[in-house]
């Protein structure tokens, strides 16, 4: 009898800054069992080596910045039987989606010398918006342990069990005294997608919300007590909310909301 | 005459994208381009109109493999605005976390992407099955530096605990000691490294660099010094932009650096180790004899002997700090937000990583220059790939190809952090 296929895992790179798929490398007690248990066919960061598609789980890292990226996305969706984004960038278009409120134009010109060698779309977009996108998953980076229970749960035809609740739950659970309430930090956590273990909190700082909005967060809500109680003023909740996540819709409302109130006032 | 074509399409190990072109005609080298095509992300632009407290959050995020070194090159640039200099404790759990990211990403570079190299192998993991131990053990080692770097930072990638005047939340004695014991059982793999790393094989190919890196009167530099060159640069971090120049490549996404009136020139481990040698310590210094290598080196494939010494020297430099250790009274200095320009220069273990920020009296971001290693290092990896084609011309494309990749991975580029992919092509006419 013919020994078992081994599922065939590729990990792809659109613009990021490499630190969610490290984290794969990051893995140090499972890196062995995981290149035991899948054969790695495509990652370019770690081996030289490449097997042709098509691919059982893609890991797609990054976010889509210019036509040619535009183009191999589909080409990389067409070679995947489960597409899975990690990250803020692929999931959300991350920090570069800052030139989405802004001139594209102007902001090559502030960096570049000679703005005419550079192609760049005038927004930088999450994967989703171009191909459809099997699970995804959240961070600013990724949690490692969180993406080892993704390729666990792909190769055993189940879903990955990443809870959508806010960071709030995690403080709860963790017994984190509330920085909000307590000492009247700024935190995004009460609208911010579980996954980090509330990190910030527990080393004494607001939630910057790098894991993105949660499962229908009440952000008008959160925005308004820290305008009122907190004396945040419209430019703080506007940077705010304009962050990893920037371009994620209940955030990218958020923040215009707050813009728009600015310019008039 | 002969003409062939050799070509790969993306440069592996090396994190970001590019591509490199070597052009050979009538067995000489006419052209050597590397290409980055790392899609732009316009960092400094978008700093603009961001408060200065979330610029070592923001600038983490151009590198996942050194975060640290830009949160601490974006810090001190900012503390020089506000007039703050750290001391103490302060000062030494910032060497404390870089030593972190230099065990992490040294380990991840020498052991998992560049040794395969030198063995023949595609990958570490391939590697693995003939060297598992050296393999476990690499992971063993770069395990205990993203530990120093959660313990300080909160995580390994992207850590959330630094901040301008110092840190949210400093460590309990008990976690540093604790630590401390993890960094001894290690030790002995990071002198086993260095002597794994000196039997490699070596091609013979020496250049006469200029190197440059940051220099300490008493230390071997981290975050504080003057910028020092094998060729007689001595400046201020404030007069960094007025002699290492860059210029835009129509063929990059990145940018060139040179020095004015000089030409290319070094960044990064053999610079460090050519200039700063006295610096280290005593253990390192019987090692690197041992294994017979002392400055200078010329040889930029001996940088992953480099990168194991200071390895060797981070796991050490952790430990005196560690020993030392007693919690801060306040994890954080106070200082006054005022308006101004400042510069700030660390060492990431690719080299010298350079910040200048001008900010108004609310602290919010008026203009940000960011110049990353791999940036200044790109041309010197361009002449390096021209010179060391010709030595090796009489090899087989696939073998050329392959000691080119090589060529370029002696500088552990970090190609999304020049702000910006690899494809490797020879073309033989």
Known sequence: MPAERKPKLAVWKFASCDGCQLSLLDCEDELLDVAGAVEIAYFPEATRAVVRGPYDVSLVEGSITTPHDAKRIADVRKQSKFLVTIGACATAGGIQALRNFKDVEEFTSYVYATPGFIETLDKSTPIADHVFVDFQLRGCPVNKYQLVEVLSAYLNGRRPNTPPHSVCIECKRRGVTCVMVAQGTPCLGPVTHAGCGALCPSYNRGCYGCFGPMETPNTASLAAW???????????????????????????????????????? | MSTRTVKVDYLARVEGEGAVTVKIKNDKVTDVKLRIFEPPRFFEAFLRGRKYSEAPDITARICGICPIAYQMSSVHAMERIFGLQLTGQLRALRRLIYCGEWIESHVLHAYMLHAPDFLGYQDAIAMAADYPQVVKNGLKLKKVGNEIVTLLGGREIHPINVRVGGFYKVPSKREMDALGAKLREVRPIAEEFVRFAASLPFPAFEKDYEFVCLSHPDEYPFNEGRMVSSKGLDIDVSEYEMHLIEEHVKHSTALHAYRRG????????????????????PAVHALAKEVGLQPPVNNPFKSIVVRALETLYAVDEALRIIDQYEPPTKPAADYTVRAGT????????????????????????????????????????????????????????????????????????????????????????
């Open chain 1, 226 to 265: 820290w305008n009122e109680r907190l004396g945040a003023a419209d430019a703080d909740i506007v940077r705010a909310f304009r962050g990893f996540n920037a371009y994620a819709e209940p955030f990218r409302k958020e923040s215009e909301a707050y813009e728009h109130a600015n310019s008039q006032g």
């Open chain 2, 262 to 281: 000089h030409g290319p020139y070094h960044v990064g481990p053999l610079a460090r180790y050519n200039l700063e040698y006295a610096k280290l310590t």
């Open chain 2, 342 to 429: 400042g510069w700030g220069v660390s060492e990431a273990p690719r080299g010298s990583l350079y910040h200048r920020y001008t900010v108004d009296s609310d602290g919010v971001i008026l203009d940000a220059h960011i110049s990353p290693p791999t940036a200044q290092n790109m041309k010197t990896i361009e002449d390096d790939l021209w010179h060391f084609a010709e030595t090796a011309l009489d090899l087989p494309d696939d073998q050329l190809t392959w000691q080119c990749e090589q060529a370029i991975r002696n500088y552990d580029p970090c190609i999304s952090c020049s702000v910006h992919f690899l494809k490797l092509e020879v073309v033989r006419e």
